[in-house]
């Protein structure tokens, strides 16, 4: 189960490439939005593909 949940964790760079939306763009809709990372790893940050979506509906 861990392992799922793992491979759905991605950070903004890759969400924004995988949507098509620039990275930059995508980026300042989290610091708008103030959403939380689902999980930090060093200085990177994750995001969860339900949290990707909130995310991606507030650009669109």
Excluded: H, R, V
Aim: hydrophobic letters at 35%; one cysteine or more; glycine letters at 4%.
């Amino acid at each position: 189960m861990a392992e799922k949940l793992k491979e759905e964790l991605l950070t903004a760079a890759k969400w924004a490439e995988k949507f098509g939306i620039p990275t930059a763009k995508f980026k300042k809709a989290i610091e708008e939005l103030n959403i939380q990372a689902d999980s930090q790893k060093g200085k990177c940050s994750y995001y969860s593909s339900k949290t990707a979506e909130k995310i991606k509906k507030s650009i669109k």
